[in-house]
């Protein structure tokens, strides 16, 4: 429409020409054709402008969002939304916030590392990260040729197969090479932002008076919570009433009576049959007698002063107990924990004092055997104990450093004055 409106602006004046004849008029009209034209120019640069506006799904110092990038992804999420059993048209504006927020912030971070001089990997981090994508394709190859391969065919036309499929699940050695790298300028970048930073004295007296408060609020409302973090190895730094810590060394059954025990307890649970129920638990009676002299042998080393620790290492099935917290504190048990089997809170609760042994209990896994490690202090975790545990501050310290890089991350969106048209798409 405008382009015809220009036009026949143009031709009326033309017709004009030859009525006005003097000089001075030709000239006139020259000096409006003049006048058109750069009218005529600037429409067209608002037009353009306006098409390119319908193009753009963002714009940001620096860069822009394409309607196709925020169309890709928004389908993608969607379609993510519907594996939840959510209807993606009733959170439409939910997804397409995300999405623009999304790839807003990746974009400008991408700037930023290159900028910096961190988004390209060095040769030696390209060469690693081949290293760990063959890795990672070799160990998903070797595990669906496990099941898929075929008898009739060769090891090198079972593996072109199991290659064949994954990749037309979409995982490649390239596709592992970009996710690796992709990961790799996000940590580069997070040490670069970081790399000053250290934590003050006033920090961290300030972080652990918050996460005192914090914790005792929340353990206080809800008990439950602070045995999920003990059992998940959280930073803790306020403990309720009443919990005592406790070890176990776990007896387990092989690998073919665990398998028959399985069998055996379905059987009573789907059966109304008294006799195949009594005969089921005769068996199973027989399976953890199968455990009396592994049982005898330990409460004899335990009577004989061994460590404790070591007989874990030695008998202890339970990889709770093998690393990490559960290794170094055991389990964290109070009269009222539901984390935990109730025949396990019951016999750590009947042990009198630190060091007590309990007598063999049975479970769905085997047999165990528990040993009382000691009371937990109620209430703050101590400033100077808090200072002096290393695994402590430096969980702290990374924490602290994390929302250092939050804040200089906030601080670059905000700076790039970004605009969203979630309309556009």
Partial sequence: MLKRIIALGMALILLTVPALGESGQVAELEARIAELEAENAELRELLSQEESARLLAARFNGGVITVSEAKAEYDYLAYYYEQLGMNPDDYEDVIKNEVLNNLTEDAILVLKAQEMGVYEPSAEEEAEIRQRAEESLNEMIEYYLAFQADPALSDEENRAAVEE??????????????????????????????????????????????A????????????????????????????????????????????????????????IEETGDQATISAALAEIETIYRSLDDIVAEVQGRIAAGDDFNLLIDEYGADPYMASGAGREDGYYVSVGSQQLDPDFVAAAMALNEPGDISEPIECAEGVYILRYEGDVTPGAVDYETFLTDETMRANVEESLRSEYYNATVEQWLSEAEIELYPENF
Avoid: H
Avoid at 189 to 196: I, Q, S
Avoid at 238 to 265: C, H, Q, T
């Fill in 212 to 267: 005192c408060a914090t914790a005792e609020l929340t353990y206080t409302a809800d008990p439950q919570s602070y045995e999920t973090d003990r059992l998940n190895g959280e930073t803790v730094f306020w403990n309720p009433e009443g919990y005592r810590r406790v070890k176990r060394v776990l007896i387990a059954f092989s690998d073919e009576n665990a398998a028959r025990m399985a069998e055996l307890n379905a059987q």
């Fill in 165 to 210: 499929f994954l990749a037309g699940e979409g995982t490649t050695l390239e596709s592992l090479m970009e996710s690796l790298t992709s990961q790799g300028w996000r940590d580069r970048l997070y040490e670069a932002v970081t790399a000053d930073f250290a934590v003050t004295d006033e920090q961290l007296r300030a972080y652990y008076d918050e």
